[in-house]
């Protein structure tokens, strides 16, 4: 029988945003924590070379953690790349299907619930790559999605949701960031990128999230690149028993706060009203909520609209599309 250390944890860490949350979370509550990933031989990389940075970022960030955490252990697996064919370990195109299953399958890496919700890596990448290559650049894109960017940032969200609709990988980020990640000899980032913006367009297609359509957005807080989460009703489906239409359209926005945890706007427009409803998990105050009622209403009224806006907490959301990306896959030894 092993004799498992209390004190001790060790997190399966690849790099991306959930399991540096998870190392955050193991950090916070054991004594000693190492950290181990998994190299199969994938050609999108980006978050196992962002381990090491990551892990030097937590200890930075939260000083009382750096005692705590251990060895960083990597175990190679490049073997599933030459016992099985994958879009993620070879050359073949997305596209294509090998033995019923998607081209995207790698055996064993692919048992687990599908996820949707990855916080563009590669621009992540990008960015840090543009501070020093193209600083003027890099500073152009961090204020266009900054997190406190108020109008700009919802102009420039818009511009990248209609680059996901329009079908065109040159839209967005622009020739001249694509240039300058070239000139800094980073043409693998600029792949990156633009299979980042390649996956985000296969989600917001994708028929499994209907009647919604999903678009994975890119929010940026200093040095992170945060996921919002949008939602958009399709046509002629709003939910509300009307008749759909051009006329009337829903949206969910969901987002993290560090103070609130995750939260919901749903907000369902008419011609010359706008009613909307807030959903956390965790109970608002009273007078936060008075800000916000008092903040919807002095808006609506400069715009010369009417509407409401309700306060809801729930253990779950009702608007969940990406729950249908997330059966878990069942597998028989």
């Not at 953690?65 to 064919?85: E, I, Q, T």
């Not at 694509?178 to 693998?188: F, I, Q, T």
């Not at 959903?279 to 909520?289: C, E, I, M, T, Y």
Request: hydrophobic letters at 45%; charged letters at 25%.
């Amino acid at each position: 029988m092993i004799d498992l250390d209390p004190t001790a944890a060790l997190v399966l860490f690849s790099g991306g945003q959930d399991s540096t949350t998870c190392l955050a979370w193991a950090l916070e509550r054991y004594a000693r924590v190492e950290t181990v990933g998994f190299h199969y031989g994938q050609r999108h990389a980006i978050e196992m070379e962002m381990r090491g940075p990551v892990r030097a970022a937590l200890r930075d960030a939260m000083p009382r953690w750096a005692p705590r955490l251990g060895a960083d252990h990597v175990v190679p697996l490049d073997v599933l790349g030459r016992v099985s064919r994958s879009a993620l370990t070879s050359d073949l195109p997305a596209a294509a299907r090998t033995q019923g299953l998607p081209a995207t399958f790698v055996p064993p890496g692919n048992a687990q619930p599908a996820r949707g919700e990855k916080a563009w890596p590669a621009l992540r990448a990008a960015l840090a790559t543009l501070d020093h290559a193209a600083p003027s650049l890099a500073t152009q894109l961090r204020a266009d999605f900054a997190s406190s960017g108020g109008e700009t940032l919802a102009a420039a969200l818009l511009y990248l949701v209609a680059s996901l609709r329009g079908g065109s990988d040159a839209a967005w980020p622009g020739a001249a960031i694509e240039r300058a990640l070239l000139d800094a000899g980073r043409a693998d980032l600029a792949k990156h990128l633009g299979d980042e913006l390649g996956a985000a367009r296969n989600l917001a297609e994708t028929p499994a999230t209907a009647p919604w359509q999903v678009f994975i957005l890119p929010l940026v807080d200093g040095a992170q690149v945060r996921p919002i989460r949008l939602y958009l009703k399709r046509r002629g489906e709003d939910g509300r028993g009307g008749k759909g239409g051009d006329e009337n359209a829903r949206f969910v926005l969901e987002f993290e706060l560090k103070r609130f945890g995750t939260m919901q706007l749903d907000g369902f427009v008419r011609p010359r009203r706008f009613d909307l409803a807030l959903r956390s998990h965790a109970p608002l105050a009273d007078s936060l909520r008075q800000e916000v009622a008092h903040i919807f209403h002095d808006r609506l009224a400069a715009a010369g609209l009417t509407g409401e806006i309700d306060f809801a907490t729930v253990a779950q959301f009702p608007v969940a599309p990406l729950d249908a990306l997330r059966r878990p896959v069942g597998m028989a030894v």
